[in-house]
């Protein structure tokens, strides 16, 4: 079966996918399509796989430490003061994982509940943009790097 997910992997394999900020142990981690929250970064497994149930223990554990590290790089970049994380699965039948950081400046209601709480025209309304994101690309990807 080829996903979405498989389609993205293959893309930075090649060095073609703009989105895409580095390799990373269990992976790649790329920004996601919409930015509404300024940073919203999936991690990519690689080889790609259905679930983290198809990973054996090692591989699941560097899977989970490299998405804690993702948010790590996310909490020194961005200035956010909590990340999200979800691994679902359900629209993409493959393992992809949501680390989306969240910010004081969010409303409220929308800050305390889940990312997806924004309305489908705030979300997007701010797609990716390889060249206004372009820079925080490179500090995601410096701030990763360090902590492989």
């Known amino acids: 079966m080829s996903t979405m997910i498989h389609q993205r992997v293959d893309l930075a394999r090649a060095g073609a ?3 895409a900020i580095c390799r990373v ?3 790649w981690a790329v920004l996601a399509d919409m930015q509404f929250l300024r940073g919203y ?3 990519l497994p690689d080889p790609v796989v259905a679930s983290l149930n198809n990973l054996d223990r090692s591989q699941r554990v560097e899977y989970l430490c490299d998405m804690a590290l993702i948010g790590d790089a996310l909490l020194e970049v ?3 003061y909590r990340i999200n994380y979800a691994i679902a699965g359900n629209q993409e039948p ?3 994982a949501h ?3 969240r910010y004081m400046t969010e409303p409220e ?3 305390r509940g889940l990312p997806w709480s924004y309305s489908k025209e705030i979300v997007d309304a701010t797609m990716f943009d390889h060249e206004r994101d372009q820079e925080l690309i490179l500090e995601l990807a410096g701030a990763i790097q360090k902590r492989l």
């Open 17 to 19: 996918n703009p989105a």
């Open 25 to 27: 142990p269990s992976g």
């Open 41 to 43: 970064t999936i991690l």
């Open 78 to 80: 961005t200035g956010a």
């Open 94 to 96: 493959a393992l992809h």
């Open 99 to 101: 680390i989306v950081p």
């Open 109 to 111: 209601e929308i800050r």
